[in-house]
C-alpha cells in the first residue's frame, strides 16, 4: 500500500524548506536557470545559444544592394550529471505523532534536508564558476580593508565588459561582510539613511548600483601550482575575437597554469585586459602549446606580445560580481 501523505505534509513541507532555500541559495537564485524545452534528465544534455561578437562596416550608397553575409551561431553544451536527493521515512503512525499542532519536528527535519541539497546545489554551481574573465585588484587582499572604494574598480571593470547595468549582483564572503558592516562608508550610505532597520538587520544595501549579498560557499581558487618563469611570447598571430592563443617559450621561459588562472598580454591586447585559462596546461622550457581562452580577444595579438600570469596563487575571492 502506497503512502498518502502528501496533503497533509506538504505545507509543513514547503514551510520548512523555503526559508532554508533563501539563506542557502545565494549564488543559485542568482544565476540563469531556466530555458524553455530544455531536456532535465540525468544524463541528457541543454544546449544555450551564444550571441557572437560582431563588427560593423560602412554603408555606401549605391543602387546594388549589399551581398549577403552568413552568420555563425555558437552553442555551449551543457550536461546534466548531477541529480541529489535527501530523505527520511515516516511511517503512518509517525505521520499522526508529529502533526500533532505543537510537534515541529517535520518541518525542522525538512529543513535539514533542504538546507544540504541548498548547499548541494549553491557550491556545484561555484565549482563550475571557475573560469571567470573579469579581474581587478589583488586576489589576497580584502575588498573592504579600509573603505569601499575597491568596488568602484569592479564597476568600472563590469562597464568595460559591457556588463548590463542592472541587475547587477555582488556576493560577498562572511569575512568581507564583515570588513563592510565596520565601515562609515557602509553605515553612512545614503541608500541606507532613510531606511531606520537597516543597520539592526545589518543590512548592505547597494553599493555602486550591486546588490551585495554574502554566501559562505564563495570558494578558494588553487594557484598553488601556477606559475610563469620568464615571458613567453605569442607564437602565431592571433585575430580580433579569437578564443585560442599558441605560446612558445625559450630555454629560460615555462609555464604551469590550471583553469581559471587569470592572465593577460602585452602589446595590442592591452595590459590591463585579463582573461582566464580554460583548461590545465603546461609549457615546458624551448616548447609550445595552446592555450583556451574564455572569452574573445579585444584586439588582434601578434608574436610581439608577451603572456603574463595575474592571478595569486590560493586566491581566496572576496566576491563575485556580474550579471546574473
Known sequence: MSNTFATELMPRILAGALQVLREEMVIASKVTKDYN????????????????????YSITPAATPPALVDAKFLAKTITIDTWKGSRFHLTSADVLNYNAANSMFVP??????????ARDVNQAIYAKYTKIYGYTGNALASLFASNINATAEVDYLLN????????RIMAVTLLGRQAALQLDDVKKNPQLAGDTEAFRRASLGMIYGMDVLHDRDVPTHDGSASNITGTPNIAANVAKYGTT??????????????????????????????????????LAANGTETIELDRPVETALTIADKMYLVSAANSAPQYIAGDP
Open 37 to 56: 524545452g530544455a531536456a532535465a534528465q540525468l544524463g541528457q544534455t541543454v544546449s544555450i545559444a551564444v550571441p557572437q561578437a560582431m563588427d560593423s
Open 108 to 117: 525542522n527535519q525538512i529543513a535539514e534536508a533542504a538546507r544540504r541539497l
Open 160 to 167: 568595460f565588459q559591457l556588463c548590463p547595468p542592472s541587475p
Open 245 to 282: 592563443v599558441t605560446v612558445t617559450a625559450n630555454a629560460t621561459q615555462s609555464a604551469n597554469l590550471v583553469a581559471g588562472d587569470v592572465v593577460r598580454f602585452t602589446g595590442g591586447s592591452g595590459a590591463n585586459v585579463y582573461y582566464s585559462v580554460q583548461d590545465t596546461l603546461t
